[in-house]
């Protein structure tokens, strides 16, 4: 069973267009993180949210979180070839001990230019 | 700066043989350190952590162990391998920050341990 979703699992798009990621889960979480993820590579953070209702944006790459914290999307403008990889986000429930991360299945996108 | 180094980039492994893999972390005192299993195109499965040399959690019953022998250095072990425990293998730390403030996880370049 997973404790965090993520959908879609594949995303294909053209160069230009607009996404959305979804990562969703049934507990609460004190934070939650965005990494992607490169092919042989190790995931790189991306962004951390930690407050309901939270928006963070980087450059073309917009973080919310859920107001109950049960939930974060990322929305990508104008996705670009660069954009391409698994995103994964992951996150600490809350009354856990804080090293138990735990990771969603991630998002595989794939830009085509 | 820190950096983390983890190999060997890629192994091939017959069944029923030894595993070790070998993680180090640079330019910071006392990480936590993890060691996560990848399915291909999935997402990251928490097997050990440690806080401390010699303090080892592990996160899920498998044919696996690691130790943590010096304060920035992790390992992976097996003595008997099996099919299933193919994948792509990878190393972290992050900073030892109190538990109400949230760290970052630094990532190795990760192992593809293929067993045959």
């Known amino acids: 069973t997973q404790l965090l979703e993520q959908s879609p699992q594949f995303l294909s798009i053209q160069e230009g267009e607009n996404l959305t990621v979804y990562c969703n889960s049934s507990s609460v979480f004190s934070s939650l993180q965005w990494y992607r993820q490169e092919p042989g590579e190790g995931p790189v953070l991306l962004v951390t949210?930690?407050?309901?209702?939270e928006v963070k944006k980087l450059k073309r790459l917009t973080f919310q979180f859920g107001d109950a914290r049960k939930d974060s999307s990322l929305h990508i403008t104008a996705a670009q070839p660069g954009d391409t990889g698994l995103y994964l986000c992951?996150?600490?429930?809350?009354?856990?001990?804080?090293?138990?991360?735990?990771f969603g299945p991630g998002t595989s996108l794939s830009v085509i230019p | 700066s820190q950096t983390i180094h983890q190999w060997p980039a890629t192994l091939v492994q017959p069944v029923g043989s030894p595993l070790s893999l070998e993680c180090t972390v640079e330019g910071t005192s006392n990480p936590n350190l993890y060691w996560y299993r990848q399915a291909a195109g999935r997402g990251l499965q928490l097997l050990f952590y440690?806080?401390?040399?010699?303090?080892i959690s592990s996160e899920v019953p498998q044919n696996l162990s690691a130790s943590r022998p010096q304060d920035r250095q992790f390992i992976l072990s097996s003595k008997k391998l099996l099919l299933s425990d193919s994948g792509f293998y990878l190393c972290?730390?992050?900073?030892?920050?109190?538990?109400?403030?949230?760290?970052?996880?630094?990532f190795g370049q990760g192992t593809r341990l293929t067993v045959v």
């Open positions: 992951a996150g600490r429930r809350e009354q856990t001990s804080y090293d138990k991360v735990i």
């Open positions: 440690s806080v401390g040399i010699g303090q």
């Open positions: 972290a730390w992050s900073r030892p920050l109190p538990p109400w403030l949230d760290t970052e996880a630094f």
């Open positions: 949210v930690v407050t309901g209702g």
